[in-house]
């Protein structure tokens, strides 16, 4: 604890910083004001440093809320992320960390065996985009199909895909580890074509997308995946489970006690 708090705010100014709804900059003022005294800064400064707070609050807060409404599964970042494990080619890897890929509205198709990194990848993307100031939108293949066939009991397909659109980036994870049928085909099929040009789209598949339709109706999959990959960057993975070398290494688990 600081042994001298700095002096509370006259009510006045509080009331007023409440009435402006400026909640960072009111929670700052006390020790900006206190140091600007201190250290006689030009009122300048003060004003600016004091907006500055609150601009950072408000960015903070809007990712913390656009994180939440993501929906990403598990929290697995770039932090976590061995890039010498991953079977992607590290310039791969570093030029779509840059995400001049999502600025472009272009779309990435992460294809290969079980446990080699898929989703880890595209989720540490997906929280990177956040970070830099833009939104995600996360589904499986089943939670899209769910989410437009409950939009379908209402007529409201159209309004759900517009609203999943807004997102910068939208990923679909997990495509093809069971067959999928008409109504699966259709909700990734609409989302295709409503993000295409537009939006980045990230699928996950065991599949190379042009399988696609090997597990979905064929004219259906046949438009979105030609779609897809228009504007595509295709990235395959390859090797054994790292779940299961992990597995396997005794690190799969924390010993009982
Ligand atoms: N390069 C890596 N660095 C760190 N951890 C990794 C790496 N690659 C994979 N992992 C870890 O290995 C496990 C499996 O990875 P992940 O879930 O991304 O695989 P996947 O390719 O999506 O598999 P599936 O096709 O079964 O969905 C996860 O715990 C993930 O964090
Ligand atoms: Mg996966």
């Given at each position: 604890?600081?042994?001298?708090?700095?002096?509370?705010?006259?009510?006045?100014?509080?009331?007023?910083?409440?009435?402006?709804?400026?909640?960072?900059?009111?929670?700052?003022?006390?020790?900006?004001?206190?140091?600007?005294?201190?250290?006689?800064?030009?009122?300048?400064?003060?004003?600016?440093?004091?907006?500055?707070?609150?601009?950072?609050?408000?960015?903070?807060?809007?990712?913390?809320?656009?994180?939440?409404?993501?929906?990403?599964?598990?929290g697995k970042t770039f932090s976590?992320?061995?890039?010498?494990?991953?079977?992607?080619?590290?310039?791969?890897?570093?030029?779509?960390?840059?995400?001049?890929?999502?600025?472009?509205?272009?779309?990435?198709?992460?294809?290969?065996?079980?446990?080699?990194?898929?989703?880890?990848?595209?989720?540490?993307?997906?929280?990177?985009?956040?970070?830099?100031?833009?939104?995600?939108?996360?589904?499986?293949?089943?939670?899209?199909?769910?989410?437009?066939?409950?939009?379908?009991?209402?007529?409201?397909?159209?309004?759900?895909?517009?609203?999943?659109?807004?997102?910068?980036?939208?990923?679909?994870?997990?495509?093809?580890?069971?067959?999928?049928?008409?109504?699966?085909?259709?909700?990734?099929?609409?989302?295709?074509?409503?993000?295409?040009?537009?939006?980045?789209?990230?699928?996950?598949?065991?599949?190379?997308?042009?399988?696609?339709d090997t597990i979905m109706p064929?004219?259906?999959?046949?438009?979105?995946?030609?779609?897809?990959?228009?504007?595509?960057?295709?990235?395959?993975?390859?090797?054994?489970?790292?779940?299961?070398?992990?597995?396997?290494?005794?690190?799969?688990?924390?010993?009982?006690?």
């Amino acid at each position: 604890m600081n042994p001298h708090p700095a002096p509370a705010l006259p009510d006045e100014l509080t009331a007023v910083l409440k009435r402006m709804r400026l909640p960072y900059l009111r929670a700052a003022a006390p020790e900006v004001l206190a140091t600007a005294k201190a250290q006689r800064w030009d009122p300048t400064e003060v004003l600016k440093v004091l907006l500055d707070e609150e601009v950072r609050g408000r960015d903070e807060a809007t990712k913390a809320m656009r994180r939440k409404s993501a929906g990403l599964p598990a929290g697995k970042t770039f932090s976590s992320w061995r890039e010498e494990d991953s079977s992607i080619p590290a310039p791969t890897q570093a030029a779509l960390a840059t995400l001049e890929w999502v600025h472009r509205a272009e779309n990435l198709a992460v294809s290969g065996p079980s446990g080699t990194g898929k989703t880890h990848f595209v989720e540490a993307v997906a929280h990177a985009v956040i970070d830099a100031g833009m939104r995600v939108s996360w589904f499986t293949l089943e939670s899209l199909t769910a989410a437009v066939g409950r939009a379908a009991v209402d007529g409201s397909i159209a309004k759900t895909i517009t609203k999943i659109t807004r997102a910068e980036l939208i990923v679909v994870d997990d495509i093809g580890m069971l067959p999928s049928g008409q109504a699966a085909a259709e909700a990734f099929y609409r989302l295709v074509d409503a993000a295409y040009e537009r939006r980045s789209l990230a699928v996950t598949s065991n599949l190379h997308p042009s399988g696609f339709d090997t597990i979905m109706p064929k004219t259906l999959a046949t438009a979105a995946v030609d779609r897809l990959l228009h504007h595509a960057h295709v990235v395959l993975t390859e090797g054994t489970s790292l779940r299961l070398s992990e597995a396997t290494a005794g690190r799969g688990v924390v010993p009982l006690t």
